[in-house]
Every structure is written in C-alpha cells, then in structure tokens.
C-alpha cells in the first residue's frame, strides 16, 4: 500500500525557519511529479510549491523567493525548506504526489494526513 508522510512541522517565531519532509513508501513503480500544499483554519487547501518529475517547479506567488522544494528521487522524498516566514504561513501542510503503484497501470493521487506549521511569537 502506498503512503505519503510528512514531518518537521512545528513551532516557530516570524523570520524563522523550518524544512519538511515527505516520505513516499509502498509499493511504488513511479512518481509523476510531488508537492507541497497547506490549508489554513477556514481556507482551502492551496498549492505552496510542485516540482516535476523532470525536476520543474512551480511556487505560490506568496511563498516565491522564501521557500524552496526539492525532491530525492532515488529515495522517493521530497523537502521543503521554508525560509523567513510569517504567521499567514500557519496551516497543515500536505504533501501530494502523483504515483503509479506496482499493482496499476495508471497514476493515482495521493495525499499524506499533513504537519502542522504554526508561525507565531
């Protein structure tokens, strides 16, 4: 069975920093393309950041210049190094991936139950 989990969310002050970080485990044969999304209390869920399988990214005009995605393809992992944030920053982020599982000849979506970033003095 296929999952995403994430971790490194937490605590911090404005101007701060955090990195997350999405595992992808299973029974995978590829990932498409992975990325970080996040839902504030009362919001919608909204892209931060995606990066292609042809390493491709994408940024939230909000979070463009603070934060940076990557992704380890060997080891099916993608980070998020967020940089100067500020409390509008706060929500659950989650990470998201399009995977084609072993048992599947088409690509799924998949969403990990998220981390929460809180962002506050």
């Known amino acids: 069975q296929v999952q995403l989990v994430e971790s490194g969310g937490g605590l911090v002050q404005p101007g701060g920093s955090l990195m997350l970080s999405c595992a992808a485990s299973?029974?995978?044969?590829?990932?498409?393309?992975m990325g970080w999304y996040r839902q504030a209390p009362g919001k919608e869920r909204d892209l931060v950041a995606r990066?292609?399988?042809?390493?491709?990214?994408v940024y939230a005009d909000s979070v463009k210049g603070r934060f940076t995605i990557s992704r380890d393809m060997a080891n099916n992992m993608l980070y998020l190094q967020m940089n100067a944030l500020k409390p509008e920053d706060t929500a659950v982020y989650h990470c998201?991936?399009?995977?084609?599982?072993?048992?599947?000849?088409?690509?799924?979506?998949?969403w990990g139950k998220g981390t929460l970033v809180t962002v506050s003095s």
């Open positions: 998201n991936a399009l995977i084609t599982p072993r048992t599947a000849d088409w690509g799924i979506n998949y």
């Open positions: 299973g029974a995978i044969y590829s990932i498409t393309h």
């Open positions: 990066v292609t399988q042809s390493g491709d990214t």
